[in-house]
């Protein structure tokens, strides 16, 4: 094993990565680190500007990266997306697939029971997570099926694993990620090429947006009941910050995990390997 292999292992750079729900928190997170790394990074998000912000930054840090307005619900726009993609970089050898996401109506709580749950509310959570991981998959990953080489990262979750309490639909949603990306791979390898990969980040709990109320007091910013549990049940007793999912994610997405498909990967503090006692 020579030193150039082992310095290339990590290596991404002139890359293409597209990233939806880049304008994200983590995912955010993950296109700033891959625009360090001499990537070049699309930015897809529904919210324009949050894509402004996250390519404006990369750009400012000296790396390359565009923003589109994207939505993975809707695939005339990924469509547009992608020859967007490709008029910029002309190529796109990475995905992430990151937009996801819960919703307060699909949460059961004291003011809303399981029983009422409205179903436009469970479809919107089962869609956003799932329908939109598999369409820009169909987008990309026809082209990928082309080049004969990809690469695929899904962002699950821990409630894949075992369901959290409140959230049907968002975990049912990550339970099909997780199941989508080992179908992806192994459909990919075997219909396509061994060298498109696809895997998947299951973080654990990291305090973000879609989840600040269900954790933290709107009025106090303290940890609710559900906070502190989660916390008691981390084993490094704190939250993820966007940072700490950045090696596993270019691990996943670089040379280094080559023989590596099928996977999902937690990242979440020791949360699945804590049984509680
Ligand atoms: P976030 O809300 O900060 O980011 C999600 C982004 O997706 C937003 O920028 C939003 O505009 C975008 N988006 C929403 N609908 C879209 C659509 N139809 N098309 C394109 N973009 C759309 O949330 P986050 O916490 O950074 O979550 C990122 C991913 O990580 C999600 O898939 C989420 O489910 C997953 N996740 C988060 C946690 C956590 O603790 N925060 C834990 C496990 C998994």
Known sequence: MSDQYLQSLFGLSGRVAVVTGGGGVLCGGMSRALGRTGANVAVLDLAREAAQAVADEIREGGGTAIAVQCDVLDRASIEAAAETVLEAFGAADILINGAGGNKRQAT???DLSFFDLPADAIQWVFNLNFVGTLLPSQVFGRRMAEEGEGVVLNVSSMNAFRPLTRIPAYSAAKAAVSNFTQWLAVHMAQEYSPSIRVNALAPGFFLTEQNRFLLTDPNTQELTERGRTII??????????????????????????????????????????FSGV
């Open 108 to 110: 059961t709580s004291t």
């Open 232 to 273: 008691d049940h981390t084993p490094m007793g704190r939250f993820g910050a966007p940072a700490d999912l950045v090696g596993a994610a270019l691990w996943l997405l670089s040379p280094a995990s080559a023989f590596v498909t099928g996977i999902v990967v937690p990242v979440d503090g020791g949360f699945s390997a």
